[in-house]
């Protein structure tokens, strides 16, 4: 059974940071890439950045460039999202995805691409 399960997520000062975690199980972790996706209320699910468990290719959102850094640990099985200079508009529910596809996502991560997500964890980011 294909399982992500997110955790990491709270309430954090404009500034702070947060690293969010993505366990992945039930799938070979190398063959597929893991997406980050957040959602705020009353808005879509927003790509905010994606990694190829196998050779460690990446995505980012612009909103995030140089904010976020996204990093894959193959032995646990787990992807990582480190947050810095977090901001007010950051505030979401944030969802880790099984990725599907080359590297369509490398130039655009939309739900679509993904099969498999995690139950998400909320960021909220106080100004």
């Known amino acids: 059974e294909v399982q992500l399960v997110e955790s990491g997520g709270g309430l954090v000062q404009a500034g702070g940071s947060l690293r969010l975690s993505c366990a992945a199980s039930?799938?070979?972790?190398?063959?597929?890439?893991i997406g980050w996706f957040r959602q705020a209320p009353g808005k879509e699910r927003e790509g905010v950045s994606c990694?190829?468990?196998?050779?460690?290719?990446?995505y980012y959102a612009d909103s995030v460039k140089g904010r976020f850094t996204v990093s894959s640990d193959n032995a646990k099985n787990t992807v990582y999202l480190q947050m810095n200079s977090l901001k007010p508009e950051d505030t979401a529910v944030y969802y880790c995805a099984r990725t599907l596809g080359d590297s369509e996502w490398l130039f655009a991560l939309q739900p679509s691409m993904c099969d498999y997500w995690g139950q998400g964890t909320q960021v909220t980011v106080s100004s």
């Open positions: 039930g799938f070979t972790f190398d063959d597929y890439a």
């Open positions: 990694i190829s468990s196998s050779d460690g290719s990446s």
